[in-house]
C-alpha cells in the first residue's frame, strides 16, 4: 500500500486501519500509542467505520482482530498504550476525552452526531441485552478480550481529568475519568521508568544524610538510593518516585481537530516510557496527529493511519510546525 505521505519521520496511510495494518510489515515498530472510536459515541460520517457496531460484543470482535494485527508489526519487547472510555445505554453519552463541544468537521460544516441516547443507540440496547442507563462497561470488556488474545494486560491506568464534560445528571456521579491500558506481547519489555518518575510527596517523608526515610507510626526504612522490598511503593531516589497509575490531566482541545482529540500530556508519559529514542511509533487512529505530534518532539518517527483525509491534511500542518530532527 503506498503512503500518503513519507519523508523518512512521517509515513501516514489513508484508509481503514483494519485494511493497512495488513500491510505494515511484522516487528517494525517499537510502540504504540492509540485511542480507538468509542462505542456507540459518535457518527464520524464513513461507511464501516469502527464504533457503530450493532452490539459491545461485535465492537469487541472488531477491535480484537484489529489489535491481533498491531501485535504482529509490534516488536516483541514493544509497548501499547490503549486509551478507551465508556457510554451508557440510551442514555446519553459519557463523553469522550478531549471532547471540545464542537460538533463540526474540519472545513466547519456540521458533523452527524448520533449519540447512545439516540434511536441508533436505544435499538442496539434491546439487541445487545443493556438495559437502559446501564454502564457498557466497554474498557474492561476490551482489556479482557485482548488478555484472552494473547496480549499481557500490564497496567490499567486512570486518565482522571479535572476538567470533565459537565453531565445533566442527579442519580449518578459526573464522569470524570477514562481508561488507560497497557498491553504488551510479551513478559518483557522496554520500559523507562526513570523517564516518567513523579517529583516525591513530602508527606511522611523527612530527610536524612543518606536520603529519604518513611515513617510509617512503628517503622523507618532508609530509602535514599535503593528500594526497600518491605516498603515498595515508597522509594524516593534519584529523579523521584515510581509513577503512579493515576493521572491527573486535563483536556486539551487541539484547535480545528475534532472533538474526540485526547491531550498531548496523556500521550507523552506512554512514550517516554514505552519507545527509545530513535524508535518508531504506530497510531492506528491518527485522527488530528496527537500522537504523532509527541512522537516527533521525543525524537522518533511516527507511523499514522486515519480513515478521513480532512483529519490528515491537519495532522500534517501540525507536524510542519515542528522543529524536526
Known sequence: MVPYMDDGRVTIYHGDSRQVLENLPDESVHCVVTS?????L???????????????????????????????VLRTDGTC??????????SGATGHGGFDGNNKNPDGTARQN???????????????????????????????ALQADGWWLRQDIIWHKPNPMPESVTDRCTKAHEYVFLMTKA?????????????????????????Y???????????????DSA???????????????????PTAPYPGAHFATFPPALVQPCIKAGCPEG??????????????????????KFIGIELSEEYIQLAMKRFDQKVLF
Open 36 to 40: 480507538p472510536p468509542y462505542w456507540g
Open 42 to 72: 459518535r457518527d464520524y460520517g464513513h461507511d464501516g467505520q469502527m464504533g457503530l457496531e450493532e452490539t459491545p460484543a461485535a465492537f469487541i470482535a472488531g477491535m480484537v482482530e484489529l489489535f491481533g494485527q498491531v501485535r504482529r
Open 81 to 90: 498504550w490503549i486509551n478507551m472510555g465508556d457510554s451508557y445505554a440510551a
Open 114 to 144: 448520533r449519540q447512545a441516547g439516540s434511536k441508533w443507540a436505544r435499538g442496539r440496547t434491546a439487541v445487545c441485552g443493556l438495559k437502559p442507563k446501564d454502564l457498557c462497561g466497554i474498557p474492561w470488556r476490551l482489556a479482557l
Open 187 to 211: 513478559a518483557r519489555y522496554y520500559y523507562d521508568a526513570d523517564a516518567v518518575r513523579e517529583k516525591p510527596t513530602t508527606a511522611g517523608l523527612r530527610q536524612g544524610g543518606d536520603g
Open 213 to 227: 526515610s518513611w515513617h510509617d507510626h512503628e517503622n523507618t526504612a532508609v530509602l535514599g538510593n535503593r528500594q
Open 231 to 249: 516498603h515498595n511503593g515508597k522509594f524516593c531516589g534519584v529523579g523521584g518516585r515510581n509513577r503512579r497509575s493515576v493521572w491527573t490531566i
Open 279 to 300: 524508535g518508531t511509533v504506530l497510531d492506528p487512529f491518527m485522527g488530528s496527529g496527537t500522537t504523532g505530534d509527541v512522537a516527533l518532539r521525543h525524537s522518533c
